[in-house]
C-alpha cells in the first residue's frame, strides 16, 4: 500500500472514530488537515477570509454530525467533505436550494465492505496523480470548474480565452483522465 | 432501458454546484433514475474531491478555530442538529423523489394548469436563473414547433415522444441547444409526462401560443 493510500484509508479510519465514539482526538487531525483546505477552497470561490472562516467551521461541525453517513466504499474522505463544503457554497453564495438525487440506501446500512474500502482509496489515489499530471492549462480549468461560482462564460472573461477553448480543454483533461484511470495496474 | 443520458458538461456542473437550480432539479432527478449517470457523477464528485485535497498548505484557519468549531458542535447538540433527509427512494412513484419534494406529493399532487392543445403543465418555485416545469402532454399530441433562446433538458417521467431527431423514453432526456428546431410528438400509449428546464422563455411559432405566452408565463 503507497504511503497516500495509506494516509486516505486512515482518514476513512478516523472518520469512523467520529462516528462510533465521538472521538474529540481523531476530529482535530481531520480538523487540522481539511479545516484549512475547506477554508482556502470557500476563499478561491469568492468567499472573504471572515465568511471563509466562519463556513469552514460550520462544515467541519457537519462532518461531524454526519459523520456516521460516511460511507468509505462510496467516496473518499476528501469527496465526502468536498461535497459538503460545496453544498454549503451554494447556500452561502447563491441562497438557493440543490436537489439531490434519491437515495440508494434500502433498509438498515450494511457494514462496509473492506476491500471495496480499499480500491476506492486506491483509485482516489490515482485519480489525484491524474489530476496533478495534466498539462497545466487543463489542471487550472478544471480547478476552477470546481472553485467556481465561475460559469465556463465567466472563465472565458476573466481568462480572455474563448468559449470553445475553454470547453476543448475540459473535454481534454476528462477524456485524459479517463484514460488514465481505465488503464489496469497502473504503476505506482 | 435509457439510452438519452446526461453529458460531461452538465454532470461536472452538477457536482461542481453550479448549475441553476432549474437544470440541478433535473440532473437529481436523472440520476435518481440512471444508475449509469449516477457512477458517473461519483466520479465528478471524486474529481472535486481531489481538487479540494490537492490544495496547498497556507492558508490558515484563526487561532482557537478548532474550539470553537467544537462549542459549535455541542450547541448543534443541545438545539438538535437540523436534520436534512436525503428524498427516499419509493416504488411505483411516477415522479422521482427529488421531483416530489418540490411537487409535495407525486402525480396527484400536481397543481396543472392547461397550455392549449390538451397540453398542461406545471410550473415549479426554483431560484429565478432557469425555470423548470412538468409538461402533461397526451399521447399522440403535438407540442408546438419552438426554437430555443438557450438550453432546454427535457427529461421523460412517463410515456415517450419522438420529434425529428430520435425517441425517447422513460428515463431518457434530451438536451437541446439554442439551434434545435423541433416538434416533438406524445406517443400513443401512456400520456407523456416530462419535466422540462430552460434558460430562456420558450418562443413557439404558432400565433395562438406566442398570444397566450404572456399569461400562461411559458
Known amino acids: ?188 | 432501458m435509457i439510452r438519452h443520458h446526461l453529458n460531461d458538461e452538465l454532470l461536472m456542473a452538477y457536482s461542481a454546484g453550479t448549475l441553476p437550480e432549474a437544470f440541478s432539479l433535473v440532473v437529481a432527478a436523472h440520476v435518481s433514475l440512471c444508475d449509469t449517470c449516477r457512477a458517473r457523477l461519483e466520479g465528478f464528485d471524486a474529481v472535486g474531491g481531489a481538487v479540494l485535497d490537492g490544495i496547498g498548505d497556507g492558508i490558515d484557519l484563526s487561532a482557537g478555530a478548532l474550539e470553537a468549531t467544537m462549542a459549535r458542535i455541542a450547541a448543534m447538540e443541545r438545539d438538535g442538529a437540523p436534520a436534512v433527509p436525503r428524498p427516499a427512494a419509493r416504488r411505483n412513484a411516477v415522479l422521482p423523489g427529488p421531483l416530489r419534494d418540490y411537487v409535495g406529493g407525486d402525480l396527484e399532487a400536481v397543481r396543472w394548469r392547461p397550455v392549449g392543445g390538451g397540453v398542461r403543465q406545471a410550473i415549479l418555485p426554483t431560484s429565478e436563473s432557469a425555470s423548470v416545469r412538468l409538461l402533461h402532454i397526451p399521447a399522440g399530441t403535438a407540442v408546438p414547433d419552438h426554437s430555443h433562446g438557450g438550453l432546454e433538458l427535457t427529461l421523460v417521467l412517463q410515456g415517450a415522444f419522438r420529434d425529428e431527431h430520435d425517441r425517447f423514453g422513460p428515463g431518457d432526456v434530451e438536451i437541446a441547444t439554442p439551434d434545435v428546431h423541433h416538434t416533438p410528438v406524445a406517443e400513443p400509449g401512456p400520456d407523456c409526462i416530462c419535466l422540462a428546464a430552460t434558460d430562456a422563455p420558450l418562443r413557439f411559432s404558432g400565433w395562438l401560443p406566442r398570444l397566450a405566452q404572456p399569461f400562461v408565463k411559458i
Not at chain 1, 17 to 38: E, K
Not at chain 1, 56 to 77: G, N, Y
Request: aromatic content about 6%; some cysteine.
Open chain 1, 1 to 188: 500500500m503507497s504511503e497516500a493510500t495509506e494516509r486516505r484509508a486512515a482518514w476513512a479510519a478516523e472518520l469512523k472514530l467520529v462516528a462510533s465514539s465521538r472521538d474529540a482526538a481523531a476530529f482535530a487531525r481531520l480538523f487540522s488537515h481539511f479545516a484549512p483546505r475547506v477554508k482556502a477552497f470557500l476563499m478561491k470561490s469568492g468567499a472573504d477570509a471572515a465568511m471563509a472562516e466562519e463556513c469552514a467551521q460550520d462544515v467541519m461541525a457537519t462532518v461531524w454530525h454526519k459523520a456516521a453517513s460516511f460511507d468509505p466504499a462510496r467516496a473518499s474522505a476528501a469527496t465526502w467533505i468536498f461535497t459538503i463544503a460545496r453544498n454549503r457554497r451554494i447556500d452561502m453564495l447563491r441562497r438557493e436550494r440543490r436537489p439531490e438525487p434519491e437515495d440508494l440506501t434500502w433498509g438498515p446500512e450494511a457494514e462496509p465492505d473492506q476491500e471495496d474500502a480499499l480500491t476506492m482509496q486506491q483509485e482516489t489515489e490515482r485519480l489525484s496523480v491524474a489530476i496533478a499530471s495534466l498539462p497545466e492549462k487543463q489542471r487550472v480549468l478544471i480547478e476552477r470548474a470546481y472553485f467556481g461560482d465561475l460559469s465556463h462564460s465567466e472563465i472565458a472573461e476573466a481568462t480572455g480565452l474563448p468559449l470553445g477553448t475553454i470547453k476543448s480543454r475540459i473535454r481534454m483533461a476528462l477524456e485524459r483522465l479517463r484514460h488514465r484511470m481505465s488503464q489496469e495496474g497502473v504503476r505506482e
